[in-house]
């Protein structure tokens, strides 16, 4: 069963809006990773929070991490057409470092 | 580029065959991942090595072995292919331990006809 769950599945925006993704999970993490995939390329991570971390920045990307309602967000600002892609969060359980992917968020971003 | 490196980058074979990808692990990270993408699974973690010792296996068939040699290379073999087995398989490698990110190759895209 997969253990992170993005929302939305697909999104569209035009460049310069901002995109908000969600990603839920089961049980009690120690981190939780997010990585964006170009169509039909290798992921590429793009940040890491620990479970004792509510919000960390990095570049135009800010994500979130709520531990008690088991949900994180990736919010990009000021977005460029070169940010389609797809998104996917991976929460890291207790005692693993094994990725446990979502079925992803699906962003396109229009010139 | 991650500095994982996976060949070949396609391939094309028929039901009933077999299969060999090849992963070369980022210099120095010991963890290398298999993981397999397909159009009706998603993105599945298939297994993990350490240091040439197996760590953590996921949702991966019996028909399908890997191993991580002494050079900490991976192959991942595929056996008795089904057209269901048709996907892209990536490879990832990291130092090891929960809090190291992945580093993905680019993938084998394998056809099974």
């Known amino acids: 069963s997969q253990q992170g769950e993005e929302d939305p599945q697909a999104l569209s925006i035009q460049e310069g809006e901002n995109a908000t993704m969600n990603c839920s999970y089961k049980?009690?993490?120690?981190?939780l990773q997010w990585y964006r995939q170009n169509s039909g390329r290798g992921l590429v991570h793009l940040i890491l929070?620990?479970?004792?971390?509510r919000e960390k920045h990095s570049g135009r990307l800010r994500v979130t991490l709520d531990t008690s309602k088991k949900s994180s967000s990736l919010l990009i600002t000021a977005s460029r057409a070169a940010d389609t892609a797809s998104y996917f969060c991976?929460?890291?359980?207790?005692?693993?470092?094994?990725?446990?992917f979502g079925t992803g968020t699906r962003l396109q971003v229009f010139p | 580029d991650s500095g994982v490196t996976q060949t070949p980058k396609h391939l094309i074979t028929a039901t009933g065959q077999r299969v060999t990808l090849r992963c070369s692990p980022r210099?120095?990270?010991?963890?290398v991942y298999w993981y397999q993408q397909s159009l009706d699974q998603g993105l599945q973690f298939l297994i993990q090595?350490?240091?040439?010792?197996?760590?953590a296996k996921g949702n991966i068939l019996e028909r399908f072995s890997a191993q991580q040699f002494p050079d900490l290379h991976s192959e991942l073999n595929l056996s008795s292919l089904e057209l269901g087995d048709s996907a892209l398989y990536f490879c990832?490698?990291?130092?090891?331990?929960?809090?190291?990110?992945?580093?993905f190759g680019p993938g084998t895209r394998l056809t099974v006809t």
């Open positions: 991976a929460p890291i359980l207790h005692n693993t470092d094994k990725l446990i």
């Open positions: 210099s120095g990270d010991l963890s």
């Open positions: 049980t009690s993490i120690n981190n």
């Open positions: 990832a490698s990291s130092a090891g331990g929960e809090t190291y990110e992945q580093y």
């Open positions: 929070i620990r479970s004792n971390e």
């Open positions: 090595y350490y240091n040439g010792e197996e760590r």
